[in-house]
């Protein structure tokens, strides 16, 4: 079995900081890329920006510049750094990682439970 675990969301005013973790447990072979994708009501779940294994970094255009995606291997653990949030960024966040669970498995895609960001004007 797999977990993912989000934390750090919160409220925050406009031009506020807020960092978010992912923590990927169980059993795990190794981790292809993580990532971090937010939704907001009505609307279809978007890219906020990913990260491989190798360090190799993939951002929204709305968000360049203003997010900082990294990660720790030796904790599978991927954080997304928001400066400068707009309230337009409010939204559940959700990690993502596509791994192998043991040698010779096939990759799957595994999602936390999401996590609330609040920008406020």
């Known amino acids: 079995q797999v977990q993912l675990v989000e934390s750090g969301g919160g409220l925050v005013q406009t031009r506020g900081s807020l960092r978010l973790s992912c923590a990927a447990s169980?059993?795990?072979?190794?981790?292809?890329?993580m990532g971090w994708y937010r939704q907001t009501p009505g609307k279809q779940r978007e890219l906020v920006a990913t990260?491989?294994?190798?360090?190799?970094?993939n951002y929204a255009d709305s968000v360049k510049g203003r997010f900082t995606i990294s990660r720790d291997n030796a904790k599978n653990t991927v954080y997304l750094q928001m400066n400068g949030l707009k309230p337009e960024d409010t939204a559940v966040y959700y990690c993502?990682?596509?791994?192998?669970?043991?040698?010779?498995?096939?990759?799957?895609?595994?999602w936390g439970q999401g996590t609330q960001v609040t920008v406020s004007s």
């Open positions: 990260i491989t294994s190798g360090g190799s970094t």
């Open positions: 993502n990682a596509e791994l192998r669970r043991g040698l010779g498995f096939g990759t799957l895609i595994y």
């Open positions: 169980g059993t795990i072979f190794s981790i292809n890329y």
